[in-house]
């Protein structure tokens, strides 16, 4: 059941995010499941957003994407956001181990340099962190990527202290398509297919996963 509504004052709160320029669910999503929280909580939202230009998730694409986030990073520090993110994992993930940290950095300097005091956090970041909150020491990952890309992501994780056991690569290289999974029309390259029965494949152990979490067993999580 979900919980009663708050009477209490409300806070405003801004989010800030930075988007791949291709990207169109972020800004759909977002501030739905925020607008959905605000039925139960306090707190309100405002959301606020910057473009990093990328078409095709490919190495080349998002290495040249990442030169952008400065910019859009002092964007949102010119809006005094509370809190702004990346919102591409693979573009940190793909410059090698334990990136996300350095381009922390280099948000919070810019932050402070605006005299803006946004807290800063990347999608990378995010998921190290949630993956060791949740004690998680195994997991199988389903990436959009190309299977390179994917192979990148898990360097990334198990360089954090964290075994993939399994991976599934949907090998989508438009970022529309990406982002949007349930619309893709594969073309007949069987992504589609993949994406329609990952859930029956993992039940079954087809991808060395089990759906429920059982730590200390052989699998932590799956991630999406």
């Known amino acids: 059941m979900a919980p009663a509504a708050d009477s209490r004052p409300s806070r405003m709160v801004r989010i800030g995010q930075i988007v791949p320029s291709s990207n169109t669910t972020m800004e759909t999503e977002i501030p739905a499941m925020l607008r ?7 707190e309100r939202f405002t959301f606020h ?23 859009c990073a002092a964007e949102l520090a010119d809006a005094r ?24 950095e280099d948000y919070k300097r810019v932050v402070a340099e605006n005299g803006a005091r946004s ?11 949630g993956l060791k909150k949740l004690g998680a020491r195994k997991i ?14 898990v360097s990334y994780i198990e360089h954090e202290g964290i075994e993939v056991l399994d991976r599934i690569s949907f090998e989508i290289t438009f970022e529309g ?11 007949g390259t069987g992504a589609g297919d993949d994406i329609r029965h990952v859930r029956l494949h993992l039940c079954h152990g ?18 999406f």
């Open 119 to 129: 807290k800063v956090m990347t999608a990378a970041g995010a998921l190290i962190h």
């Open 140 to 153: 199988s990952l389903l990436a959009p990527y190309i299977k390179p890309l994917t192979a990148k992501v």
């Open 206 to 223: 087809g991808a060395g996963a089990d759906c429920r979490y059982e730590q200390g067993g052989q699998h932590d999580h799956a991630a």
């Open 49 to 71: 957003s910057s473009r990093m230009r990328m078409k095709r998730v490919s190495a080349e694409e998002l290495a040249a994407m990442n030169q952008e986030g400065l910019r």
């Open 81 to 104: 956001v509370d809190v702004m993110s990346t919102a591409c994992l693979v573009a940190i993930m793909a410059q090698g181990p334990g990136y996300h940290r350095q381009v922390e």
């Open 36 to 42: 959905a929280r605000e039925q139960h909580f306090p």
């Open 177 to 187: 398509h990406a982002v949007n999974l349930d619309a893709l029309d594969d073309g």
